[in-house]
């Protein structure tokens, strides 16, 4: 009899393609897979319905949804807004478990129900629940740091939401018996707060593609800028884009992929060469962003959490063949030193050196064309799931035989 494995989300499958991989890794290598996620937003939940339906394992959504499950919906925010206003507010660590995400008391409750052979949490509204139902159940259980949660919305240790996601870690990741992170810096911050965790790196990289770098330009052809995230807003470093492009004397055309409201789009000025599109099914992501040459990964160095973070955006620019032209944040930094020939860093706070790294590119097409080939060919030869699943399931199969 196959053994059972259950991964709790505080999101969507949709939202988390992190989660989706491990999910489908342990499906194919014969594990019966059960998923709990909660609901986010209704685009995600109309992304969803096509994804399960192409997936070996089975979900089960928790703590309702604002149109199909209204009531249970209502309730979880009821529990949410009040755990918050007490945990924060008044500082009683008793209800951080329920007030660390609006799913997180139903999570609880779902995971409960089932018996499994492992618990995997993911996000950090997931994790009281994994511990909880691998206690109840004499389980093993193990979490998954894609973030480093206590500083993803500021480094102020007085904050509330600092010393929340503080009491949920110093709880919880103390009692899992194994815990992976989306990069090695992540995974050295939490090796430091748990030296007994002994954290392992896991990056936020994707299947091997049968993509090629894309064809050559010529001079007068304009160098086509790409970036993507599930909602394009204020704070992840589009404006110092902007204002880099203004130091430039046209010859690029810049492309956002996400859900952006009109606010902030009127807010970034249009000057003719922003194209906005809406947000494609993750799996199609790669070949959407073939079409383009130079992928922006733009991260900020404050709060900490973004300083040492690797999103799946610089590995998905690798994977569709673009050029990288990255913030100088530690973890970009130590990335683009291990490859450097698949692109340039910029410092984070200045728009000048943004603005030379991309008119480096627009004068040399030769170096674009090998930057894109440097890319593509390190996603295939290292920075793909194919290796990091294999570290993935040898975690996963010592874990449950322990």
Known sequence: MAAKIVIITSGQPSLNPRMVKEADTLAQHGYDVLVIYAYWNHWATKTDEQLLASKKWKAVRAAGHPDQNAVTYFISRVIFRVAAALAKKFRLRYFADA???????FLQVEAKKHHADLYIGHNLGALPATVKAAKKHQKPC???????????????????DVILK????????????????????????????????????????????????????????????????????????????????TMLDGGFELHLLGYCDNRFKQQLRDPGYLHFHAPVH???????????????????STPYNRDICLTNKIFTYMQAG??????????????????PAVGKLYQNTAARSLADALLFYQ????????????????????????????????IIKKTITA
């Open 99 to 105: 007030a660390v995400a609006r799913a997180s008391y």
């Open 142 to 160: 193990g979490f998954d740091a894609e973030d480093f949660h206590r500083k993803e919305v500021t480094d102020d240790e007085t904050d509330a």
């Open 166 to 245: 503080t009491w949920v870690e110093d709880k919880y990741i103390p009692q899992v018996n194994y815990l992976t992170a989306g990069s090695p810096q992540i995974a050295a911050a939490y090796r430091q707060l748990y030296p007994l965790s002994n954290p392992q790196t896991l990056l936020n990289v994707f299947n091997k593609m049968t993509l090629t770098a894309g064809n050559d330009k010529n001079d007068a052809t304009p160098i086509k800028l790409f970036w993507f995230s599930q909602t394009v807003g204020p704070g992840r470093g589009l404006e110092n884009v902007i204002e880099s492009l």
């Open 282 to 300: 993750p799996d199609e992501l790669p070949f959407f962003a073939s079409q383009f040459d130079i992928g922006l990964a733009t991260e900020t």
């Open 322 to 339: 673009l050029a990288v032209v990255a913030s100088n944040t530690t973890a970009q930094t130590a990335l683009l030193s291990t490859y």
């Open 363 to 394: 004068q040399n097409r030769q170096a674009l064309k090998e930057a894109k080939e440097a890319s593509i060919q390190a996603a295939h030869e290292n920075l793909n799931w194919e290796t990091e699943s294999k570290k993935f399931l040898t």
